[in-house]
């Protein structure tokens, strides 16, 4: 899962296994929720979001699961491939849009080949 | 379709000198923000503009400046860098500023002050 500090956190996946992604959000009014991507070198890449009224939504080879009791996102990510080698990080939007987003700092994905 | 770019990609700048990052996006969107991504912490908010001709101040807006004169183009400028303003910056633009509108990010400018 994702903490301040200086390092980021690291998960390592064996090709083809499934992957779990956690994040932490801080305002119990935040109504709206996205995972990015960011590749190294790139910038952040919109995967998937989901809205406070629901706990679950489904992508291709992604999920995310809203638990709003704990505060706690999480990202899964079936079978995962070496191209989902990146960091992922959260975005929670309350009232106010984008000029009012907190994003989280990110964990990175390693799969091994 | 490039979507949005960025310029220049990366830069070293003594303190004090001016500096003008550049985002244009060519997806017709009304709303374009600039971020600064620092290592330990998340994308934070500089300024934002929902609309060509409007702007506003993000979380942390001091020692930067911007522009919003059409749609597509949305310069961020630092008037006088300082070292602190060493990070890699982002601009991103959405249709809309709810929230709801899916953001996209330019590549980034990765700037150094000395």
């Known amino acids: 899962g994702e903490s301040v500090g200086l390092h980021l956190p690291t998960l390592s996946v064996q090709e083809g296994d499934n992957s779990i992604i956690n994040c932490a959000y801080s305002?119990?009014?935040?109504?709206?929720f996205i995972w990015y991507k960011q590749e190294s070198g790139k910038g952040p890449q919109f995967i998937i979001d989901i809205r406070s009224n629901m706990d679950k939504r489904q992508g291709q080879r992604v999920t995310v699961l809203l638990n709003k009791t704990v505060k706690h996102l999480s990202l899964q990510i079936a079978a995962t491939q070496p191209g989902d080698s990146a960091v992922y990080f959260c975005?929670?939007?309350?009232?106010?849009?984008?000029?009012?987003?907190?994003f989280g700092i990110g964990t990175k994905l390693q799969v091994i080949p | 379709i490039a979507g949005i770019t960025q310029a220049p990609t990366s830069q070293i700048l003594a303190a004090g000198r001016r500096m003008t990052l550049r985002c244009t996006q060519d997806?017709?969107?009304?709303?374009m923000y600039w971020y600064r991504q620092d290592l330990g912490l998340g994308l934070r908010l500089i300024h934002y503009?929902?609309?060509?001709?409007?702007?506003g101040k993000g979380e942390v807006p001091d020692g930067y400046s911007v522009s919003r004169a059409n749609t597509d183009d949305f310069p961020l400028t630092l008037a006088s860098a300082v070292p602190s303003q060493t990070s890699v910056y982002f601009c991103?633009?959405?249709?809309?500023?709810?929230?709801?509108?899916?953001?996209?990010f330019g590549p980034g400018t990765r700037l150094t002050v000395l």
């Open positions: 975005a929670e939007i309350h009232s106010g849009g984008y000029q009012k987003v907190t």
């Open positions: 997806m017709r969107h009304n709303a």
């Open positions: 503009s929902n609309t060509a001709g409007t702007t």
């Open positions: 991103a633009s959405s249709d809309g500023w709810g929230g709801t509108d899916t953001q996209y």
């Open positions: 305002n119990s009014a935040s109504d709206y």
